[in-house]
């Protein structure tokens, strides 16, 4: 093909492979991050008002040919404007000769692959009980789909809205998933005796940290929102530490001061989801590699090309 094919989320959105295939997927980028088969360099950030950030997230996976990078932005006063805090695009290119070959929005590609690495963790690292989510945003849909197809058929939910969560409920009812959520009346309520605790509240935060009392000794702990509600003290608490770049981890907590006296992960994701997994608590802090987006990204282009999809823009 000659020029580049651009896609909307609407496309995207139909593109997606389904949850079993991107949790697939993303695992074995997580493995090849891990094992140093994959060039990602920490993703370096920029900003142009205080409280925002963007960040380039190039990545090439030799073996497989894929080259790519999202740039993203994450702007929480957007909430005021009526737009959403994060939001980006996607360029995938050829792995040979360079040229871009697809640019996607990266809404609905980056909902779709935080919740399969989250997926990949919980089908390798769950110990049998029940499932809380916080929160009931844009990332609680995506989890509640990939939860559903590893099995999972009730979520406790916690938002500091109830209306949110009574709205996702509805959404999930609608949408015909195999899961039920279960609104929690407290953070407590949700995450106590939790046998896997996802966590999707406003970044930087400080207010919402869970008490480690509340939280089983045997948990597998997903933040998504940093320490937000993970906080040092539940982190220096579990039997792993793990990241799914803790090169990347490292130079992304200087810039989180709210992030406190954070220790640094121990263990890479990807090393866990292939051993068998450890006792004890096991906390696991993705902070969103552009290899994940990458390998869902590049099976987008590639139906969309085989479909015909988006518009060409001719060279």
């Known amino acids: 093909m000659n020029g580049v094919r651009v896609l909307s989320e609407a496309e995207v ?52 040919g894929l080259l790519g990078c999202k740039w993203i932005t994450v702007v929480p006063d957007n909430a005021l404007r009526g737009l959403p805090a994060a939001s980006g695009v996607m360029v995938v290119s050829d792995g040979v000769t360079g040229r871009p070959t697809c640019v996607l929005p990266a809404g609905e590609l980056t909902a779709a692959r935080t919740a399969a690495v989250s ?101 597998l702990l997903l933040p998504l929102d940093w320490a937000s509600s993970v906080g040092p003290e539940v982190a220096e608490g579990a039997s792993v530490l793990a990241a799914d770049d803790v090169r990347q981890f490292v130079a992304v907590r200087e810039e989180r001061r709210a992030m406190g006296a954070y220790p640094t992960p121990t263990a890479w994701t990807g090393h866990l989801l292939r051993a068998p997994r450890p006792p004890g608590r096991v906390v696991v802090q993705n902070t969103g590699s552009g290899l994940c987006d990458l390998v869902v990204a590049a099976v987008v282009a590639e139906r969309a090309e085989a479909r015909g999809t988006g518009t060409v823009l001719q060279d």
């Open 13 to 64: 959105r139909d593109l997606l492979p389904g949850p079993q295939e991107t949790v697939d997927l993303v695992e074995d980028a997580l493995v090849a991050l891990a094992e140093g088969r994959a060039d990602v360099p920490p993703k370096p950030a920029v900003r142009t008002t205080p409280g925002m950030s963007a960040h380039a997230m190039p990545a090439a996976y030799p073996e497989r």
């Open 119 to 219: 997926g990949a963790c919980v089908r390798a690292l769950a110990p049998p009980g029940p499932v809380a989510f916080l929160g009931a945003g844009v990332q609680a849909r995506s989890h509640l789909a990939v939860l559903a197809a590893l099995g999972h058929r009730e979520v406790r939910v916690w938002a500091r809205r109830g209306s949110a969560v009574r709205a996702l409920a509805e959404e999930s009812a609608a949408r015909r998933l195999a899961v039920r959520v279960l609104a929690c009346p407290s953070r407590e309520a949700a995450v106590r005796d939790a046998a896997v605790v996802v966590t999707a509240l406003r970044p930087g935060l400080t207010d919402t940290r869970l008490d480690p009392s509340w939280v089983a000794e045997d948990a």
